[in-house]
Nanobody
Framework: QVQLVESGGGLVQTGGSLRLSCAASGSIVSITTMGWYRQAPGKQRELVARITSGGSTDYADSVKGRFTISRDNAKNTMYLQMNSLKPEDTAVYYC??????????WGQGTQVTVSS
């Protein structure tokens, strides 16, 4: 079992920045990939960014150049630095951890609201 707790969401103006954190606990040694997903009202959940245990990263086209995902293995924490935020970034952001390729764990989500 893996437990994930997100923090760092909030309200920010267009062009502003936020940093999300995801603290992992439990069977963390079995985690391979971690990632951030988001879901806006009326839309499907979508991948924002992900990072492997080896440090390889992958980003959605809509956030490339603005968001940076990172992982501090010593602190069992993953981060998402979000810069140049836009109203279309408004969503609930979820932390995800993948174990044994097919088992997914999710955090409770944190709201990010970008005002225009």
């Amino acid at each position: 079992q893996v437990q994930l707790v997100e923090s760092g969401g909030g309200l920010v103006q267009t062009g502003g920045s936020l940093r999300l954190s995801c603290a992992a606990s439990g069977s963390i040694v079995s985690i391979t990939t971690m990632g951030w997903y988001r879901q806006a009202p009326g839309k499907q959940r979508e991948l924002v960014a992900r990072i492997t245990s080896g440090g390889s990263t992958d980003y959605a086209d809509s956030v490339k150049g603005r968001f940076t995902i990172s992982r501090d293995n010593a602190k069992n924490t993953m981060y998402l630095q979000m810069n140049s935020l836009k109203p279309e970034d408004t969503a609930v952001y979820y932390c995800n951890a993948v174990v044994k390729i097919i088992i997914n764990y999710w955090g409770q989500g944190t709201q990010v609201t970008v005002s225009s």
